[in-house]
């Protein structure tokens, strides 16, 4: 699987979902988004679950936020998180 790298801890509102959005639209399937965000992308999420995506959201030690984003429904998204 290859990374799609996304670091949005120090992007404002809306920058950070525009770029996801772009990113999921143009995703492979051996493709996985890897945002870090400051807080839940929520809406993000939720469009990611109307499109049949899976995703996985962690929130670390540090407060930040690990959004994993992918088409593959066979990739454990668990084993992806850097953390």
Known sequence: ???????????????PLQLA?????????????????RKQPIPLIEIAKEKAFQHLSHLDTHETW???ITKNQYINLKELLDV
């Open 21 to 37: 959005m772009k990113y999921l639209k143009e995703m492979q399937e051996d493709q996985y988004l890897y945002m870090i965000h």
């Open 66 to 68: 690990h959004i994993l």
């Open 1 to 15: 699987m290859t990374k799609i790298a996304l670091d949005a801890r120090e992007m404002e509102h809306p920058i």
